[in-house]
Protein backbone atom coordinates (compact mmCIF):
# COMPACT_ATOMS: atom_id res chain seq x y z
CA UNK A 1 0.00 0.00 0.00
CA UNK A 2 1.79 2.86 -0.93
CA UNK A 3 0.33 6.90 0.20
CA UNK A 4 2.53 9.33 -1.82
CA UNK A 5 1.69 13.00 -1.72
CA UNK A 6 2.87 16.15 -3.26
CA UNK A 7 4.83 17.57 0.08
CA UNK A 8 1.96 19.41 1.57
CA UNK A 9 0.45 18.32 4.75
CA UNK A 10 -2.13 15.52 4.14
CA UNK A 11 -2.27 15.92 0.64
CA UNK A 12 -2.63 12.56 0.14
CA UNK A 13 -4.93 10.94 3.13
CA UNK A 14 -6.46 7.50 3.67
CA UNK A 15 -9.30 7.99 6.22
CA UNK A 16 -10.81 5.01 8.00
CA UNK A 17 -12.25 3.52 11.04
CA UNK A 18 -11.51 0.09 10.49
CA UNK A 19 -8.45 -1.88 11.45
CA UNK A 20 -5.91 -2.19 8.56
CA UNK A 21 -4.08 -4.75 8.44
CA UNK A 22 -1.01 -5.93 6.31
CA UNK A 23 1.41 -9.42 6.32
CA UNK A 24 -1.13 -11.16 8.28
CA UNK A 25 -3.04 -14.69 7.68
CA UNK A 26 -6.54 -13.43 6.58
CA UNK A 27 -8.29 -16.63 7.97
CA UNK A 28 -7.29 -18.62 10.95
CA UNK A 29 -9.29 -21.72 9.90
CA UNK A 30 -6.90 -22.73 7.14
CA UNK A 31 -3.30 -23.95 6.70
CA UNK A 32 -0.91 -21.61 7.75
CA UNK A 33 0.77 -19.53 4.86
CA UNK A 34 3.63 -16.72 4.38
CA UNK A 35 2.01 -13.47 4.70
CA UNK A 36 3.94 -10.39 3.27
CA UNK A 37 3.45 -6.72 3.17
CA UNK A 38 4.32 -3.08 3.04
CA UNK A 39 2.63 0.33 4.30
CA UNK A 40 4.96 3.15 2.31
CA UNK A 41 3.97 6.85 3.24
CA UNK A 42 6.32 9.30 1.75
CA UNK A 43 6.10 12.98 0.61
CA UNK A 44 2.89 14.51 2.87
CA UNK A 45 0.63 11.52 2.55
CA UNK A 46 -1.36 10.35 5.69
CA UNK A 47 -3.20 7.53 6.42
CA UNK A 48 -5.38 7.99 9.41
CA UNK A 49 -7.15 5.65 11.08
CA UNK A 50 -9.67 7.30 13.46
CA UNK A 51 -12.11 6.38 16.14
CA UNK A 52 -16.01 4.93 15.01
CA UNK A 53 -18.00 7.98 16.87
CA UNK A 54 -20.70 5.28 17.36
CA UNK A 55 -17.96 3.15 19.50
CA UNK A 56 -16.17 4.72 22.13
CA UNK A 57 -14.43 1.89 23.10
CA UNK A 58 -13.25 0.71 19.97
CA UNK A 59 -9.82 1.04 18.79
CA UNK A 60 -7.88 0.91 15.46
CA UNK A 61 -4.84 -1.07 14.94
CA UNK A 62 -2.37 -1.64 11.94
CA UNK A 63 -1.27 -4.98 12.52
CA UNK A 64 1.98 -6.13 10.71
CA UNK A 65 3.74 -9.27 10.46
CA UNK A 66 1.67 -12.42 12.47
CA UNK A 67 -1.42 -12.90 14.50
CA UNK A 68 -1.18 -13.59 18.60
CA UNK A 69 -3.30 -16.76 18.17
CA UNK A 70 -1.78 -18.60 15.59
CA UNK A 71 1.42 -21.10 16.18
CA UNK A 72 2.85 -23.22 13.32
CA UNK A 73 5.52 -22.71 10.48
CA UNK A 74 4.34 -19.33 9.45
CA UNK A 75 6.79 -16.76 7.98
CA UNK A 76 5.01 -13.32 8.22
CA UNK A 77 7.32 -10.28 7.18
CA UNK A 78 5.91 -7.12 6.76
CA UNK A 79 6.75 -3.64 6.97
CA UNK A 80 5.66 0.34 7.88
CA UNK A 81 7.43 3.23 6.36
CA UNK A 82 6.58 6.86 6.73
CA UNK A 83 9.28 9.10 5.70
CA UNK A 84 9.78 12.78 4.70
CA UNK A 85 8.52 16.03 6.00
CA UNK A 86 4.84 16.37 6.59
CA UNK A 87 4.34 12.45 6.23
CA UNK A 88 2.30 10.54 8.47
CA UNK A 89 0.29 7.50 10.06
CA UNK A 90 -2.26 8.28 12.86
CA UNK A 91 -3.68 5.12 15.07
CA UNK A 92 -4.81 4.31 17.94
CA UNK A 93 -2.13 0.94 18.30
CA UNK A 94 0.60 0.22 15.68
CA UNK A 95 1.91 -3.16 16.06
CA UNK A 96 4.42 -4.94 14.43
CA UNK A 97 5.53 -8.90 14.98
CA UNK A 98 3.77 -11.60 17.02
CA UNK A 99 5.26 -14.21 19.36
CA UNK A 100 4.75 -17.08 17.11
CA UNK A 101 7.23 -18.97 14.61
CA UNK A 102 9.01 -16.42 11.70
CA UNK A 103 7.14 -13.07 12.87
CA UNK A 104 8.42 -10.12 12.57
CA UNK A 105 7.98 -6.48 11.56
CA UNK A 106 9.95 -3.76 11.14
CA UNK A 107 8.50 0.50 11.53
CA UNK A 108 10.44 3.02 9.84
CA UNK A 109 10.19 6.95 10.76
CA UNK A 110 12.30 8.76 9.03
CA UNK A 111 13.34 12.38 7.90
CA UNK A 112 11.01 14.60 9.53
CA UNK A 113 8.16 12.16 9.23
CA UNK A 114 5.59 11.38 12.45
CA UNK A 115 3.60 8.00 13.86
CA UNK A 116 1.13 8.96 16.25
CA UNK A 117 -0.45 5.76 18.39
CA UNK A 118 -2.22 7.49 21.37
CA UNK A 119 -6.19 7.69 22.79
CA UNK A 120 -8.32 8.14 25.47
CA UNK A 121 -10.77 5.80 26.42
CA UNK A 122 -12.83 5.30 29.00
CA UNK A 123 -13.59 1.03 30.01
CA UNK A 124 -15.75 1.72 32.28
CA UNK A 125 -13.48 1.84 34.96
CA UNK A 126 -12.39 6.48 34.49
CA UNK A 127 -10.54 7.08 31.56
CA UNK A 128 -7.00 5.50 30.27
CA UNK A 129 -4.78 6.54 28.03
CA UNK A 130 -4.06 3.71 26.01
CA UNK A 131 -2.28 3.51 22.70
CA UNK A 132 0.59 2.04 22.36
CA UNK A 133 3.31 1.01 19.28
CA UNK A 134 4.14 -2.42 20.26
CA UNK A 135 7.09 -4.69 18.82
CA UNK A 136 7.34 -8.28 18.94
CA UNK A 137 10.15 -9.91 19.24
CA UNK A 138 12.43 -9.57 16.54
CA UNK A 139 10.90 -6.62 14.98
CA UNK A 140 12.33 -3.51 14.60
CA UNK A 141 11.53 0.36 15.25
CA UNK A 142 14.08 3.09 13.53
CA UNK A 143 13.33 7.13 13.77
CA UNK A 144 15.81 8.29 12.33
CA UNK A 145 16.87 12.29 11.35
CA UNK A 146 15.57 15.21 12.86
CA UNK A 147 11.62 16.14 13.19
CA UNK A 148 11.17 12.53 12.80
CA UNK A 149 8.89 11.01 15.60
CA UNK A 150 7.04 8.95 17.50
CA UNK A 151 4.24 9.39 19.77
CA UNK A 152 2.67 7.12 21.66
CA UNK A 153 0.60 6.35 25.04
CA UNK A 154 3.06 2.99 25.71
CA UNK A 155 5.66 1.68 23.68
CA UNK A 156 6.48 -2.18 24.44
CA UNK A 157 9.56 -3.11 22.49
CA UNK A 158 9.81 -6.88 22.39
CA UNK A 159 6.75 -8.81 23.74
CA UNK A 160 7.34 -12.59 24.33
CA UNK A 161 3.94 -15.00 24.39
CA UNK A 162 1.10 -13.85 26.20
CA UNK A 163 -1.48 -16.65 25.66
CA UNK A 164 -1.94 -20.13 26.41
CA UNK A 165 0.18 -22.71 24.45
CA UNK A 166 2.75 -19.75 22.51
CA UNK A 167 5.94 -20.13 23.10
CA UNK A 168 8.86 -17.51 22.23
CA UNK A 169 10.95 -18.47 19.10
CA UNK A 170 14.48 -18.97 19.97
CA UNK A 171 15.35 -18.42 16.20
CA UNK A 172 14.08 -14.78 16.22
CA UNK A 173 16.95 -11.87 16.80
CA UNK A 174 15.97 -9.71 19.70
CA UNK A 175 13.72 -6.52 19.05
CA UNK A 176 15.80 -3.74 18.02
CA UNK A 177 14.69 0.29 18.78
CA UNK A 178 17.27 2.85 17.29
CA UNK A 179 16.62 6.75 17.65
CA UNK A 180 19.27 8.14 15.68
CA UNK A 181 20.40 11.80 14.58
CA UNK A 182 18.20 13.57 16.02
CA UNK A 183 14.95 11.51 15.70
CA UNK A 184 12.40 11.34 19.21
CA UNK A 185 10.09 9.03 20.45
CA UNK A 186 7.94 9.90 23.42
CA UNK A 187 5.86 7.68 25.67
CA UNK A 188 3.56 9.51 27.85
CA UNK A 189 1.01 7.38 29.71
CA UNK A 190 -0.59 7.19 33.12
CA UNK A 191 0.66 3.04 33.31
CA UNK A 192 4.12 2.16 31.97
CA UNK A 193 5.68 4.16 29.56
CA UNK A 194 7.82 1.82 28.38
CA UNK A 195 9.02 -1.50 28.27
CA UNK A 196 11.97 -2.76 26.96
CA UNK A 197 11.67 -6.88 27.20
CA UNK A 198 8.65 -7.32 28.19
CA UNK A 199 8.96 -11.55 28.52
CA UNK A 200 11.36 -11.62 25.54
CA UNK A 201 14.78 -10.03 24.15
CA UNK A 202 14.91 -6.30 23.28
CA UNK A 203 17.68 -3.69 23.01
CA UNK A 204 16.82 -0.14 22.68
CA UNK A 205 19.94 2.77 21.07
CA UNK A 206 19.54 6.23 21.66
CA UNK A 207 22.37 7.88 19.80
CA UNK A 208 23.42 11.03 18.61
CA UNK A 209 22.74 14.79 19.01
CA UNK A 210 19.34 15.82 19.16
CA UNK A 211 18.18 11.89 19.45
CA UNK A 212 15.93 11.67 22.46
CA UNK A 213 13.72 9.37 23.86
CA UNK A 214 10.71 10.69 26.87
CA UNK A 215 8.69 9.19 29.12
CA UNK A 216 5.74 11.40 30.65
CA UNK A 217 3.44 10.88 33.16
CA UNK A 218 -0.10 11.75 32.64
CA UNK A 219 -3.03 11.64 34.79
CA UNK A 220 -6.07 9.24 35.19
CA UNK A 221 -9.07 9.07 36.58
CA UNK A 222 -8.86 4.76 36.96
CA UNK A 223 -8.75 3.54 39.86
CA UNK A 224 -8.01 -0.39 38.99
CA UNK A 225 -4.50 -1.20 41.07
CA UNK A 226 -3.65 -3.00 37.97
CA UNK A 227 -3.26 0.44 36.17
CA UNK A 228 -1.58 2.32 39.15
CA UNK A 229 1.74 2.97 40.64
CA UNK A 230 4.07 2.67 36.99
CA UNK A 231 3.29 6.26 36.07
CA UNK A 232 5.73 7.22 33.56
CA UNK A 233 8.04 4.68 34.37
CA UNK A 234 10.82 2.98 31.91
CA UNK A 235 11.26 -0.76 32.67
CA UNK A 236 14.23 -2.61 31.13
CA UNK A 237 13.94 -6.30 31.57
CA UNK A 238 10.45 -7.45 32.88
CA UNK A 239 9.28 -10.81 33.76
CA UNK A 240 5.67 -12.07 32.43
CA UNK A 241 3.18 -14.19 33.65
CA UNK A 242 1.89 -17.24 31.38
CA UNK A 243 -1.24 -18.72 33.01
CA UNK A 244 -1.88 -22.39 31.90
CA UNK A 245 -5.44 -23.44 32.42
CA UNK A 246 -4.86 -27.59 31.77
CA UNK A 247 -2.84 -27.26 34.91
CA UNK A 248 -4.30 -23.97 36.68
CA UNK A 249 -0.79 -22.96 36.90
CA UNK A 250 1.95 -20.05 36.25
CA UNK A 251 5.01 -20.25 33.87
CA UNK A 252 6.99 -17.23 33.70
CA UNK A 253 8.66 -15.86 30.50
CA UNK A 254 11.55 -13.72 31.73
CA UNK A 255 13.03 -10.67 29.42
CA UNK A 256 16.36 -9.95 29.17
CA UNK A 257 16.54 -5.68 28.18
CA UNK A 258 19.15 -3.41 27.03
CA UNK A 259 19.25 0.83 26.80
CA UNK A 260 21.94 2.57 25.18
CA UNK A 261 22.45 6.10 25.09
CA UNK A 262 25.09 7.43 23.78
CA UNK A 263 27.33 10.35 21.59
CA UNK A 264 25.33 13.08 23.71
CA UNK A 265 21.62 11.64 23.00
CA UNK A 266 19.20 12.08 25.92
CA UNK A 267 16.82 9.66 27.47
CA UNK A 268 14.14 11.94 29.97
CA UNK A 269 12.02 9.58 32.37
CA UNK A 270 9.23 11.24 34.65
CA UNK A 271 9.77 8.74 37.29
CA UNK A 272 11.36 5.42 37.71
CA UNK A 273 13.49 3.64 35.71
CA UNK A 274 13.87 -0.04 36.62
CA UNK A 275 16.40 -2.43 35.51
CA UNK A 276 16.08 -6.12 35.56
CA UNK A 277 12.31 -6.22 37.18
CA UNK A 278 9.15 -8.18 37.93
CA UNK A 279 5.65 -7.23 37.01
CA UNK A 280 5.49 -6.63 40.77
CA UNK A 281 1.08 -6.60 40.62
CA UNK A 282 0.87 -9.50 39.03
CA UNK A 283 3.60 -11.39 41.51
CA UNK A 284 1.39 -10.40 44.42
CA UNK A 285 -1.68 -11.61 43.13
CA UNK A 286 0.04 -14.93 41.97
CA UNK A 287 2.37 -15.47 45.20
CA UNK A 288 -1.32 -14.53 47.50
CA UNK A 289 -2.79 -17.53 45.28
CA UNK A 290 0.15 -20.12 44.62
CA UNK A 291 2.16 -20.03 48.34
CA UNK A 292 5.34 -20.85 47.51
CA UNK A 293 5.92 -19.98 44.03
CA UNK A 294 8.79 -18.69 43.05
CA UNK A 295 8.72 -15.64 40.68
CA UNK A 296 12.22 -14.68 38.85
CA UNK A 297 13.11 -11.45 37.68
CA UNK A 298 14.43 -10.47 34.36
CA UNK A 299 17.69 -9.19 33.41
CA UNK A 300 18.28 -5.91 32.30
CA UNK A 301 20.85 -3.22 31.12
CA UNK A 302 21.63 0.13 30.98
CA UNK A 303 24.82 1.72 29.54
CA UNK A 304 25.05 5.95 29.31
CA UNK A 305 28.02 6.82 27.53
CA UNK A 306 30.00 9.44 25.43
CA UNK A 307 28.23 12.79 26.54
CA UNK A 308 24.88 10.67 26.58
CA UNK A 309 22.46 11.75 29.63
CA UNK A 310 19.75 9.73 31.55
CA UNK A 311 17.23 11.57 33.61
CA UNK A 312 14.82 10.84 35.63
CA UNK A 313 13.36 10.83 39.54
CA UNK A 314 15.32 7.72 40.74
CA UNK A 315 17.25 4.49 38.87
CA UNK A 316 16.67 0.86 40.56
CA UNK A 317 18.86 -1.41 39.98
CA UNK A 318 17.41 -4.42 40.62
CA UNK A 319 18.36 -8.34 40.83
CA UNK A 320 19.73 -8.78 37.48
CA UNK A 321 20.13 -5.69 36.53
CA UNK A 322 23.43 -3.36 35.61
CA UNK A 323 24.45 0.27 35.26
CA UNK A 324 27.02 1.54 34.00
CA UNK A 325 28.93 3.32 31.07
CA UNK A 326 31.70 5.92 30.26
CA UNK A 327 31.64 9.38 29.71
CA UNK A 328 27.94 9.26 30.52
CA UNK A 329 25.81 11.22 33.05
CA UNK A 330 22.82 10.05 35.13
CA UNK A 331 20.79 13.09 36.58
CA UNK A 332 18.76 10.87 39.19
CA UNK A 333 18.58 9.17 42.94
CA UNK A 334 20.43 6.11 42.13
CA UNK A 335 18.97 2.51 44.34
CA UNK A 336 21.14 -0.34 44.42
CA UNK A 337 18.47 -2.98 45.11
CA UNK A 338 20.65 -6.46 44.40
CA UNK A 339 21.94 -5.87 41.04
CA UNK A 340 25.38 -4.12 39.63
CA UNK A 341 26.69 -0.81 39.05
CA UNK A 342 30.02 -0.62 36.61
CA UNK A 343 31.60 2.50 36.01
CA UNK A 344 32.95 2.12 32.52
CA UNK A 345 31.82 -0.91 31.71
CA UNK A 346 35.20 -1.70 30.47
CA UNK A 347 37.62 1.21 31.87
CA UNK A 348 36.11 4.81 32.06
CA UNK A 349 34.42 7.08 34.44
CA UNK A 350 30.23 7.55 35.24
CA UNK A 351 28.88 10.65 36.98
CA UNK A 352 25.63 10.28 38.71
CA UNK A 353 23.91 13.70 39.92
CA UNK A 354 22.46 12.56 43.01
CA UNK A 355 21.98 10.33 45.91
CA UNK A 356 22.98 6.78 45.88
CA UNK A 357 21.24 3.98 48.12
CA UNK A 358 22.74 0.85 48.53
CA UNK A 359 20.29 -2.47 49.14
CA UNK A 360 22.69 -4.68 48.02
CA UNK A 361 24.54 -5.66 45.01
CA UNK A 362 27.96 -4.81 43.72
CA UNK A 363 30.03 -2.31 42.28
CA UNK A 364 32.46 -3.58 40.11
CA UNK A 365 35.79 -2.20 39.30
CA UNK A 366 37.83 -2.76 36.94
CA UNK A 367 41.28 -1.69 35.91
CA UNK A 368 44.22 -2.00 33.37
CA UNK A 369 46.22 0.54 34.05
CA UNK A 370 47.81 3.28 36.54
CA UNK A 371 46.47 6.38 34.64
CA UNK A 372 43.55 8.39 34.48
CA UNK A 373 41.33 6.18 31.95
CA UNK A 374 42.85 3.36 32.67
CA UNK A 375 40.73 2.01 35.46
CA UNK A 376 36.56 2.88 36.52
CA UNK A 377 35.91 5.57 38.25
CA UNK A 378 32.09 6.40 39.78
CA UNK A 379 31.56 9.97 40.97
CA UNK A 380 28.49 10.77 43.04
CA UNK A 381 27.36 14.23 43.41
CA UNK A 382 25.18 13.63 46.43
CA UNK A 383 25.01 11.49 49.76
CA UNK A 384 25.92 7.67 49.66
CA UNK A 385 23.56 5.50 51.96
CA UNK A 386 24.73 1.93 52.37
CA UNK A 387 21.50 0.12 54.56
CA UNK A 388 23.10 -3.23 54.22
CA UNK A 389 26.13 -5.14 52.90
CA UNK A 390 27.15 -5.26 49.75
CA UNK A 391 30.68 -6.43 47.21
CA UNK A 392 32.98 -4.70 45.60
CA UNK A 393 34.56 -6.31 42.63
CA UNK A 394 37.73 -5.27 41.58
CA UNK A 395 39.54 -6.74 38.30
CA UNK A 396 42.74 -6.21 36.72
CA UNK A 397 42.62 -6.46 32.95
CA UNK A 398 45.02 -7.51 30.44
CA UNK A 399 48.13 -8.97 32.27
CA UNK A 400 48.27 -5.13 34.24
CA UNK A 401 50.29 -5.65 37.67
CA UNK A 402 50.41 -2.60 39.80
CA UNK A 403 53.36 -1.12 41.08
CA UNK A 404 54.17 -0.73 44.62
CA UNK A 405 52.27 2.70 45.74
CA UNK A 406 49.61 3.11 42.78
CA UNK A 407 46.70 4.17 44.11
CA UNK A 408 43.14 4.07 42.69
CA UNK A 409 40.46 6.14 43.53
CA UNK A 410 37.59 4.65 42.09
CA UNK A 411 34.53 5.97 44.01
CA UNK A 412 34.50 9.93 44.77
CA UNK A 413 31.32 11.27 47.07
CA UNK A 414 30.50 14.54 47.51
CA UNK A 415 28.08 14.63 49.88
CA UNK A 416 27.57 12.17 53.42
CA UNK A 417 29.04 9.12 53.69
CA UNK A 418 28.86 7.69 57.20
CA UNK A 419 26.73 4.85 56.56
CA UNK A 420 29.35 3.58 54.20
CA UNK A 421 32.15 4.30 56.97
CA UNK A 422 30.37 2.36 59.29
CA UNK A 423 30.32 -0.70 56.56
CA UNK A 424 33.14 -0.58 56.19
CA UNK A 425 34.81 -0.42 59.66
CA UNK A 426 32.55 -3.53 60.58
CA UNK A 427 33.82 -5.58 57.58
CA UNK A 428 30.67 -5.63 56.14
CA UNK A 429 31.83 -5.11 52.54
CA UNK A 430 33.08 -7.61 50.71
CA UNK A 431 36.23 -7.53 48.31
CA UNK A 432 36.48 -9.91 45.46
CA UNK A 433 39.75 -9.32 43.71
CA UNK A 434 40.13 -10.76 40.27
CA UNK A 435 43.83 -11.29 38.13
CA UNK A 436 45.83 -10.08 40.78
CA UNK A 437 49.45 -11.60 41.67
CA UNK A 438 49.29 -13.72 44.78
CA UNK A 439 52.46 -11.42 45.59
CA UNK A 440 50.95 -8.50 46.02
CA UNK A 441 48.56 -7.24 48.25
CA UNK A 442 45.87 -4.41 47.96
CA UNK A 443 44.92 -1.97 50.63
CA UNK A 444 41.51 0.10 50.57
CA UNK A 445 41.17 3.46 52.25
CA UNK A 446 37.97 5.14 52.68
CA UNK A 447 38.71 8.82 53.87
CA UNK A 448 36.98 12.38 53.27
CA UNK A 449 34.26 10.46 50.78
CA UNK A 450 36.88 8.95 48.77
CA UNK A 451 37.00 4.83 48.46
CA UNK A 452 40.98 3.99 46.86
CA UNK A 453 42.49 1.07 46.22
CA UNK A 454 46.67 1.39 46.92
CA UNK A 455 48.73 -1.78 45.99
CA UNK A 456 51.64 -3.11 47.91
CA UNK A 457 54.16 -5.60 47.36
CA UNK A 458 54.97 -6.89 50.50
CA UNK A 459 53.63 -10.14 51.94
CA UNK A 460 51.02 -9.38 53.83
CA UNK A 461 50.64 -12.79 55.98
CA UNK A 462 54.08 -12.89 58.20
CA UNK A 463 51.91 -15.94 59.62
CA UNK A 464 53.56 -19.05 58.20
CA UNK A 465 49.55 -20.55 58.58
CA UNK A 466 48.27 -20.96 54.88
CA UNK A 467 45.15 -19.05 54.81
CA UNK A 468 42.67 -19.19 51.20
CA UNK A 469 43.54 -16.22 48.99
CA UNK A 470 39.78 -15.37 49.07
CA UNK A 471 39.55 -14.58 52.67
CA UNK A 472 41.10 -10.90 54.04
CA UNK A 473 44.23 -11.31 55.38
CA UNK A 474 45.36 -8.39 57.38
CA UNK A 475 43.40 -5.42 58.76
CA UNK A 476 46.98 -3.02 58.83
CA UNK A 477 44.63 -0.17 61.47
CA UNK A 478 43.97 3.35 60.20
CA UNK A 479 45.53 5.47 57.32
CA UNK A 480 45.46 8.80 57.32
CA UNK A 481 41.57 9.50 58.19
CA UNK A 482 40.13 6.37 56.95
CA UNK A 483 40.45 2.88 57.75
CA UNK A 484 42.85 0.57 55.84
CA UNK A 485 42.18 -2.84 54.62
CA UNK A 486 44.57 -5.47 52.83
CA UNK A 487 43.50 -8.32 50.79
CA UNK A 488 44.38 -10.69 48.38
CA UNK A 489 42.98 -12.22 45.57
CA UNK A 490 40.24 -13.90 45.56
CA UNK A 491 40.72 -17.07 42.73
CA UNK A 492 37.64 -17.33 39.78
CA UNK A 493 36.12 -20.59 40.30
Not at 372 to 390: E, H, K, M, R, T
Request: glycine share 14%; aromatic share 6%.
Amino acid sequence: MNVVGDGSARCATVRSSNTLIVGSQPNLNRTPTNGTGQIFVSNGGAIILEQDPANPTSSTIITAAGHNDVNGLENFEAEIVVTGENSEIVADFVSVGAPVNGATGQIQVLDGASLTAAITRDFGGGLRNTGSVQLGEGSELIVDGANSSVDTNRLVAGFGPNTRDQTSNPGNAATQVTVSNGGRITAGSDNQGALVGYGSRANMLVTGTGSQFVVTALPSDDTDPANLGDEGDLIVGLTTPLYVPATDSYQFIEGAGSLTVTDNATVTVADDVRIGDTDTYFRGIIEDFYPGISVPSSSGMVEVSNGGQLTATRVIVGENGTLGGDGGTINADVVLDGGTVAPGMSPGVLDIFGDFTILGGALDIEISGSLLGQYDILNISGDLFANNPFDINISFLDGFMPSEGDAFDFLNVTGETSSLTALFENSLIGFNIFGFSDEFSLGFDLADGRFSATAFSEPVNPSPVPVPASLPILIAGLSGLGILRRYRRKQSI
